[in-house]
T-cell receptor, first 115, second 114 residues
Framework: EPEVTQTPSHQVTQMGQEVILRCVPI?????FYWYRQILGQKVEFLVS????????KSEIFDDQFSVERPDGSNFTLKIRSTKLEDSAMYFC?????????????FGPGTRLTVL | DAKTTQPPSMDCAEGRAANLPCNHS???????VYWYRQIHSQGPQYIIH???NNETNEMASLIITEDRKSSTLILPHATLRDTAVYYC???????????????FGEGTQLTVNP
């Protein structure tokens, strides 16, 4: 069964450093998402992406964040200058369609630890 | 999207049915009820969704009341692997222009006991 994959599974970085989290969505999916979950808190939407542009973003997704689909398979989330409060699990998801009845399929997540 | 209310936790014996309730009294006519679950820090997993009719798939059944103000997710024969946080999410469905985000609440921590 196709699945969303994410790398790395765990990333440790120093405050102020840039990190890139990588995701490979399911191959025939067209819509891509990033969510995050701070330890012990709710899963929060960050951004959705379609046709090489952001289609929706939350208030969390500020100028420190960017997303890109650099090739036909990868979808990345970049945090330019990490802060302690960016420590969280980051989940990538994909769906065949955007709205409607679409199911979002989630990856296993990347645990980001900012020191 | 309409607000949902779920109990914070529930227990269920292995092999028995787990019935997880969700209140969504402000649901509107174009909103579907979705259920996802999250097994300990893994990515959320889609379970089922419905509008007004009861739905069943290989994972679960979804019972929606006639007034659509509440629903129940049923896991017919719960196993230890069903221990997870279960999220009830109400989303507008109006074609491709509807919102894309999933808004997760606190969910219900279901613990299946041996």
């Amino acid at each position: 069964e196709p699945e969303v994959t994410q790398t790395p599974s765990h990333q440790v970085t120093q405050m102020g450093q840039e990190v890139i989290l990588r995701c490979v969505p399911i191959s025939n999916h067209l819509y891509f998402y990033w969510y995050r979950q701070i330890l012990g808190q709710k899963v929060e939407f960050l951004v959705s992406f379609y046709n090489n542009e952001i289609s929706e973003k939350s208030e969390i997704f500020d100028d420190q964040f960017s997303v890109e689909r650099p090739d036909g398979s990868n979808f990345t989330l970049k945090i330019r200058s990490t802060k302690l409060e960016d420590s969280a699990m980051y989940f990538c998801a994909s769906s065949r369609r955007r709205g409607g009845y679409n199911e979002q399929f989630f990856g296993p997540g990347t645990r980001l630890t900012v020191l | 999207d309409a607000k949902t209310t779920q109990p914070p936790s529930m227990d269920c014996a292995e092999g028995r049915a787990a019935n997880l309730p969700c209140n969504h009294s402000t649901i509107s006519g174009n909103e579907y009820v979705y259920w996802y679950r999250q097994i300990h820090s893994q990515g959320p997993q889609y379970i089922i969704h419905g509008l007004k009719n009861n739905e069943t798939n290989e994972m679960a059944s979804l019972i929606i009341t006639e007034d659509r103000k509440s629903s129940t997710l049923i896991l017919p024969h719960a196993t230890l692997r069903d221990t997870a946080v279960y999220y009830c999410i109400v989303r507008v469905v109006s074609g491709e222009t509807s919102g894309s985000r999933l808004t997760f609440g606190e969910g219900t921590q279901l613990t299946v006991n041996p």
